[in-house]
């Protein structure tokens, strides 16, 4: 073996036995002879405590104590200028009252071990033994194993150990070292053959550094490497990993965002450690922790270190090496030490610390997309989103976490089929991801894959209970109360995931959408001017934004934002639609049939064939109340062929059976009941609500009020991402009139009257009027009363309507009902 191969390596320092030298980063760094032999002989015996009694007989022999006391408080000092090393906060050298000093660090060597590590059980076992990473002093002084991998150790001549080179060197004649329980070199050489060679190393903290009050601004990883692959990716990576734990708060996306708005930076700037320092300040935050990534020939650096903004002093710091490129993911695992130091406790750190590679993925490629794909949903929304995402799953196949993002953000665009596809993926893959991780997956698969709501907020709950800064969970629990019609609940989570996050998006437009069902258009209004400030071009804050305007009369605003919508991918399809659902409330039917068109050729050209059949069976839902049956029809069926998605499903099942089509509704119906017999909202809302229709076609209003009751406690719930509202509440008012009960049908066509934000521009909302006047003239013959009650509704009606198409079906019906009341 020549002198360049006798090594010692530890985090971005080498030592050369032979030569007695010392490397940073390939480069010599200057350490006299003796301090040179004492951080030979230390990391020779790493994770060992080495006495000074121990040190005085190796290389002080014969020397006074006065003398050998001098000398080694001289020599450490030294090596810790050298290293860059913090008595305080020791990277490398840890000094134990009246113990003596242990080399903390992972140490790599390529000089074979004297003595094999010790084997724990029968000879048959003698293959394979625990090796000890690392280890921690709990609080009560207990040693506890960070972790541990079986590893194959094959039989070997016995060779010059690192120990005995260092004794050597010295050439000392004292007593041969003993040998260590674990061999901290050996175990980097025979995992890193494995595949693993990752190494964290724990060390308990005097004090916790942070509370659970406590938030943190992670920075950007300083990447030495020169590889464009760990750009955004380790700090993603890093995220994940620590957003693992209950106790810490890492600060969202969105202040930082805000504040480096305020700083006069891009939203996208680089956050270098001083910028994230002025973020941390400008946002009352007590630390930011910093990472480092550095490459030594094939192998890898990786460094942490939490700061105090403040102070600047540093809360803790770990180091970790890998072997390789491919194992770099698996030492940000490191960050599990950095929590314990910041004040975790134990049995939190223990419980909720899944390895990295498991929540997320193995392939830096596939995390790099992923990361791009996040970065891309928060900046310009889902449609930008889902090719990074997608690309990371071809990259990793078994990528939950990505397919679970997925799944949310064709949620977001109306893709219900592609949405519940994702969530089912996810969902099979949930078996090693964290528990943060679980619960968001197993939520996601229960809203989007199996319907089953219930299931749904019980896992939000849990997660509240778990992770109580966790916004997104907040937001997600609002969405399925509107989805229950409970809009006070919902705007109750609504507040807190705004509170939690009021840079974010989903709890803006879940507590904007909560505050207009309730009628709150002032609070509504505020909380979206507030969400614009920070984000003006958000497509979900558009579509609450033209919701308000069209309630307030603000044609204006509606055109403002109809116009800026124009040509923007994922924002130019809801404008034409939502103009559409506003031109057939007011009964131009032919300019609504023009924009769906639109809207929906605009949706698949990119590629979003089921947003595209949504607004077909919405416009189907349109046609039919209007009178036009066969119109209706054809949009029912052709919605269907393009995306049978459960949403398309539903509407067009009711289409078809309020345009007298009985046997094909009937047939999705039982579809729907076969492919989602868990769904909430098909069992409790559309199944009835199609049964009903299907009995009112067959003259059985008793019936169809009947099986109505089961939808009643979430008859005003939101049932779709499309604009169709109260279905129950409309079929069982047209039951009563059938039944020649005027009060009950006037009653249940003014909950579209009473609840106008709820209702918003949903044409059936102004054919409840000509309803309610149909009620009223129900009694017109016998009382002038709800004669002249009749009269006054149907001029609502028909001014309403005034420029409506006038071959309408339904308004030339209108016409002549009102005429006989004159």
């Known amino acids: 073996m020549s002198a360049t191969q006798e090594l010692l390596r530890f985090g971005i320092f080498e030592l050369n036995l032979a030569a007695e030298e010392l490397g940073k980063s390939g480069t010599p760094v200057k350490l006299p002879p003796l301090p040179f032999r004492l951080l030979a002989l230390l990391a020779s015996h790493a994770g060992q405590i080495l006495t000074r009694q121990e040190i005085q007989e190796q290389l002080w022999a014969g020397e006074t104590f006065v003398d050998f006391e001098h000398g080694v408080n001289k020599c450490i000092n030294q090596i810790r200028t050298a290293l860059g090393d913090n008595a305080g906060h020791p990277l490398y050298i840890e000094t134990l009252l009246r113990r003596g000093y242990r080399f903390v660090a992972p140490v790599a060597s390529n000089v074979v071990p004297a003595l094999r590590p010790k084997v724990v059980g029968s000879d048959s076992e003698r293959s394979r033994f625990p090796v000890l990473i690392g280890s921690r002093t709990g609080a009560a002084g207990a040693e506890v194993v960070a972790a541990s991998y079986p590893v194959a150790v094959p039989d070997m001549p016995r060779t010059a150990s690192p120990a005995d080179k260092v004794a050597e060197i010295h050439k000392a004649r004292s007593r041969v070292w003993r040998a260590p329980l674990v061999w901290i070199g050996v175990s980097v050489l025979l995992v890193a053959a494995t595949g693993g060679g990752l190494h964290w190393r724990w060390r308990a903290h005097k004090a916790p550094a942070l509370t659970d009050k406590d938030t943190i601004v992670l920075a950007d990883f300083d990447n030495k490497t020169g590889d464009p692959v760990f750009d955004d990716t380790l700090k993603q990576g890093l995220a994940i990993q620590l957003k693992q734990s209950p106790f810490l708060n890492l600060i969202s996306q969105g202040k930082v965002i805000q504040s480096l708005k305020l700083m006069e930076r891009p939203a996208d700037a680089a956050l270098t450690s001083q910028v994230a320092r002025e973020v941390c300040l400008r946002t009352g935050c007590k630390a930011m922790l910093v990472g480092s990534i550095d490459q030594l020939g094939n192998q890898y650096v990786l460094g942490l270190k939490a700061v105090n903004c403040n102070t600047q002093d540093v809360l803790a710091e770990a180091q970790e090496q890998a072997a390789s490129k491919e194992s770099v993911l698996k030492a940000l695992d490191v960050a599990i030490s950095i929590r314990s130091k910041l004040g975790e406790s134990l049995s939190s750190v223990q419980k909720y610390a899944t390895p990295l590679v498991e929540v997320t993925t193995s392939s830096l490629e596939a995390l790099k997309a992923y990361s791009l794909g996040w970065k891309a949903a928060y900046a310009e929304g889902p449609t930008s989103a889902v090719p990074f995402l997608q690309r990371a799953v071809e990259l990793d196949p078994n990528f939950a976490s990505a397919y679970s993002m997925m799944a949310v953000n064709y949620h977001n665009l109306d893709e219900a089929g592609r949405a519940a596809e994702n969530a089912r993926k996810a969902y099979a893959l949930r078996g090693k991801v964290s528990e943060r991780e679980r619960l968001t997956i197993e939520s996601l698969y229960y809203i989007l894959a199996t319907g089953e709501l219930e299931k749904a907020a019980q896992a939000y709950e849990l997660t509240e209970q778990t ?102 991918t994922g924002s130019e399809e809801w404008a034409l639609n939502a103009q559409a659902g506003t031109e057939a409330w007011y009964g131009k039917l032919k300019k609504a049939r023009e924009l769906t068109r639109r809207a929906m050729d605009s949706a698949r050209h990119n590629d979003a064939k089921e947003t595209a059949a949504t607004y077909q069976a919405e416009a189907a839902l349109r046609e039919v109340e209007a009178g036009y049956g066969e119109q209706a029809s054809a949009d029912a069926d052709a919605a269907v062929k393009l995306a049978p998605n459960r949403d398309v499903q539903a509407m067009a099942a009711l289409a078809l059976a309020r345009a007298g089509d009985t046997a094909r509704a009937q047939k999705l119906a039982a579809e729907l009941d076969k492919a989602l017999p868990l769904a909430t909202l098909v069992q409790r809302y559309w199944l009835p609500t199609v049964q009903a229709a299907v009995a009112l076609d067959g003259k059985e209003p008793s019936r169809a009020v009947e099986l109505l009751k089961v939808a009643s406690p979430i008859e005003l719930g939101e049932p779709t991402q499309a604009s169709v509202l109260l279905c129950p509440v409309y079929l069982r008012a047209e039951a009563y009139l059938m039944l020649g009960d005027g009060d009950a049908a006037a009653a249940e066509f003014q909950k579209f009257i009473d609840h106008y934000g709820l209702v918003g521009n949903f044409p059936w909302g102004a054919l409840a009027r000509l309803g309610r006047a149909r009620a009223y003239a129900l009694d017109a013959a016998k009382d002038p009363a709800a004669r002249d009650k009749a009269r006054a509704a149907y001029q609502d009606f028909l001014t309403l309507w005034k420029d409506a198409d006038p071959d309408i079906p339904i308004y030339k019906q209108a016409k002549a009902e009102y005429a006989k009341l004159q």
């Open 467 to 568: 992770y109580p800064r966790d916004a997104g969970a907040y937001s997600n629990s609002a969405a399925i109360y509107i989805g229950f019609g409970n809009f006070e609940r919902a705007s109750e989570k609504a507040r807190e995931a705004v509170r939690l996050d009021p840079n974010g998006t989903g709890g803006h437009a879940n507590l904007a959408n909560a505050y207009a069902a309730l009628n709150r258009l002032d609070e509504a209004e505020a909380v979206c001017k507030h969400a614009e400030e920070r984000k003006p071009n958000d497509v979900y804050l558009q579509g609450n934004r033209y919701g308000l305007a069209f309630l307030r009369g603000d044609t204006a605003q509606m055109a403002r934002l109809v116009s800026a919508a124009m040509g923007k």
